[in-house]
């Protein structure tokens, strides 16, 4: 989800159809943390920043974002590109990563060796690939397959697509991807996704840490030191009952003596 640093890149196969492939990025940073960011303040002063191909390019791509763009969401800078988000007059708890920002869901960016669009509804948490049947998994694999069905190849990260030019961008499948998904539907979205990391992260530390000790029942402690004082007086039990038959053999012994001895002295003074 937003925010959360991302794993390796998704090991997808590549499409059987011919000249079409999906490149995937692996990388360490957070999906919103640019290697380059403009310090404009407005999307105005941003895109007169930039050079004139790259301005056609991004403004083309930002015509198509805001005509399928849910009526909730905002657009402005963001994280020093152009953002669209949800607004805190919408979502009031925000951007769980900083919460006084408002939820970001979309994004536009020149950088130095690309341009590139920022897609959250389409960040995928799929195994090797393949959708776990959560909706953003299908969702995303949804949006895979629409972009390569265009003949068009693929560059992309968790969330984020490269372009170097507006002719290697599926115009059509992002205003899809971004009418697919009103404000409302991201930010449940946004919730499961959250709770999803979390339970995850809350398993990892007990593996981490160990398995707690289970509780002991004090009744089973109880019987178990019935049973242990049991065995012990039984024992005792026993130790005396031989100790005692050890006893009496040694007396019947030295009886059985004394006996011989006496006898022996009668006959010797006869």
């Known amino acids: 989800m937003v925010g959360i640093q991302p794993t ?12 079409c492939k999906i490149r995937f990025h692996r990388s360490s940073r957070s999906v919103y943390a640019a290697p380059m960011q403009s ?4 999307v105005a002063q941003y895109l007169k920043e930039l050079p004139e ?4 390019a991004i403004e083309a791509v ?16 963001s994280y020093g590109m152009i953002g669209y ?11 769980h990563c900083d919460t006084s920002k408002p939820l970001p869901f979309a994004a536009l960016a020149s950088q130095k060796n690309y341009m590139s669009v920022y897609l959250m509804s389409v960040y995928c948490n799929c195994d090797g690939g393949t959708p776990t049947g959560v909706p953003e998994d299908l969702h995303s694999r949804w949006f895979q397959e629409a ?3 265009t003949g068009r190849k693929l560059d992309m990260g968790k969330c984020c697509i490269r372009f170097k030019r507006l002719e290697d961008v599926a115009l059509d499948v992002v205003g899809e991807a971004i009418r697919r998904m009103p404000a409302r539907n991201f930010i449940e979205y946004y919730e499961r996704a959250i ?16 398995a707690p000790a289970p509780k002991a029942n004090p009744s089973a402690r109880k019987g178990s030191a019935k049973r242990v004082g049991t065995k012990k007086v039984a024992k005792q039990a026993g130790t005396k009952k031989a100790s005692a038959k050890k006893a009496g053999t040694k007396k019947t012994a030295g009886r ?15």
């Open 53 to 56: 191909d790259r301005r056609a």
């Open 195 to 210: 709770r999803t990391s979390n339970t995850a992260a809350a398993a990892r530390r007990g593996v981490e840490g160990g």
């Open 256 to 270: 059985r003596v004394t006996k011989k001895a006496a006898a022996k002295k009668r006959r010797g003074g006869g």
């Open 39 to 42: 310090k404009a303040t407005t």
């Open 62 to 77: 930002r015509a198509v974002i805001l005509k399928n763009l849910d009526k909730d969401y905002a657009e402005g800078m």
């Open 85 to 95: 988000y949800v607004p805190h007059s919408v979502y009031p708890a925000g951007y």
């Open 8 to 19: 390796d890149a998704i090991a997808t196969p590549t499409p059987p159809r011919a000249g």
């Open 147 to 149: 972009w390569l069905a």
